[in-house]
Antibody, heavy 119, light 110 residues
């Protein structure tokens, strides 16, 4: 059974960088059938897909247009995990952040991390 | 504002049948399959229906999905109190090269 365990701070100051990690058990970040995603949810924006990484003979990373200039998603094969960095955050980035695996749908989700952007 | 349009709320009494719609466009629902997720309060979404109308094992057959053109629907028959949750549709968009979600529908069991 795939399990995703998120970690990272719940409070980030404006203009700083939000950093979260998602540890994978029961599958591999190098899986040739799954992708590894970051999704966030806020009352104003609902569920919003931020980006994904996946391995298909080479590493692929794709980002949503809305955050493309500020986001980095990296796989870490040595620790079987993947990470999210979102720089230059503002209060608009306050949300619950989820990691999720996907094939043709999001089948496993992390527990969610409420990240508040505030000074 | 979400690219996929869902009604913000829906309601029904126990035993009733309710449907939740999800409207998109030719670049998303028109070309790709639709998935539905159930989100209970304070929890992460859980996949409910995938590939328009496929139920994973463990999901009651009271839940069904359909798709026609650029719209999809989730139907819940024999409504139960434990069905009270938020329901989200999702699909891939070929133009945006991104996953899209609907705005979510809050289902209330009266």
């Amino acid at each position: 059974q795939v399990q995703l365990q998120q970690s990272g701070p719940g409070l980030v100051k404006p203009s700083q960088t939000l950093s979260l990690t998602c540890a994978i058990s029961g599958d591999s970040v190098s899986s040739k059938s799954a992708a590894w995603n970051w999704i966030r949810q806020s009352p104003s924006r609902g569920l919003e897909w931020l980006g994904r990484t996946y391995y298909r003979s080479k590493w692929n990373i794709e980002y949503a247009v809305s955050v493309r200039s500020r986001i980095t998603i990296n796989p870490d094969t040595s620790k079987n995990q993947f990470s999210l960095q979102l720089k230059s955050v503002t209060p608009e980035d306050t949300a619950v952040y989820y990691c999720a695996s996907s094939t043709s749908y999001f089948d496993h989700w992390g527990q969610g991390t409420l990240v508040t952007v505030s000074s | 504002q979400s690219v996929l349009t869902q009604p913000p709320s829906a309601s029904g009494t126990p035993g009733q049948r309710v449907t939740i719609s999800c409207s998109g466009s030719s670049s998303n629902i028109g070309r790709n399959t639709v998935n539905w997720y159930q989100q209970l309060p304070g929890t992460a979404p859980k996949f409910l229906i995938h590939s328009n109308n496929q139920r994973p094992s463990g999901v009651p057959d009271r839940f069904s999905g359909s798709k026609s053109g650029t719209s999809a629907s989730l139907a819940i028959s024999g409504l139960q109190s434990e069905d009270e949750a938020d329901y989200h549709c999702a699909t891939w968009d070929d133009s945006l090269n991104a996953w899209l979600f609907g705005g979510g529908t809050k289902l209330t069991v009266l």
